[in-house]
Nanobody, 122 residues
Framework: QVQLVEFGGGLVQAGGSLRLSCAAS????????MGWYRQAPGKQRELVATITSGGRTNYADSVKGRFTISRDNAKKMVYLQMNGLKPEDTAVYYCNAEVRPTILVTSPTPYWGQGTQVTVSP
């Protein structure tokens, strides 16, 4: 099995910064894309940012220029540096990883973390 654990959420004032981290563990041969998604109350889960194993990144328009995604393949971790936070960034943030558990499995399986709350006060 594969587990994803996020940490680093919390309460911050508008304009502040937070850094989220996510650690993958378990039976892992390789990890393809990793990413961060968020879900605000009453809204659907949405993509925040993704990063390929080679480091290519993709961001939601709403966070471009403020958030930076990165990963450490050796440590099986992904990070999200969030600067210039706004009240509308308030949400539960989820880590996602596309995992191949063994070399015999060619199609990766998506896994999700349990989520970490980010609250931005005005």
């Amino acid at each position: 099995q594969v587990q994803l654990v996020e940490f680093g959420g919390g309460l911050v004032q508008a304009g502040g910064s937070l850094r989220l981290s996510c650690a993958a563990s378990g039976i892992i041969f390789s990890i393809n894309d990793m990413g961060w998604y968020r879900q605000a109350p009453g809204k659907q889960r949405e993509l925040v940012a993704t990063i390929t194993s080679g480091g290519r990144t993709n961001y939601a328009d709403s966070v471009k220029g403020r958030f930076t995604i990165s990963r450490d393949n050796a440590k099986k971790m992904v990070y999200l540096q969030m600067n210039g936070l706004k009240p509308e960034d308030t949400a539960v943030y989820y880590c996602n990883a596309e995992v191949r558990p063994t070399i015999l499995v060619t199609s990766p399986t998506p896994y999700w973390g349990q989520g970490t709350q980010v609250t931005v006060s005005p």
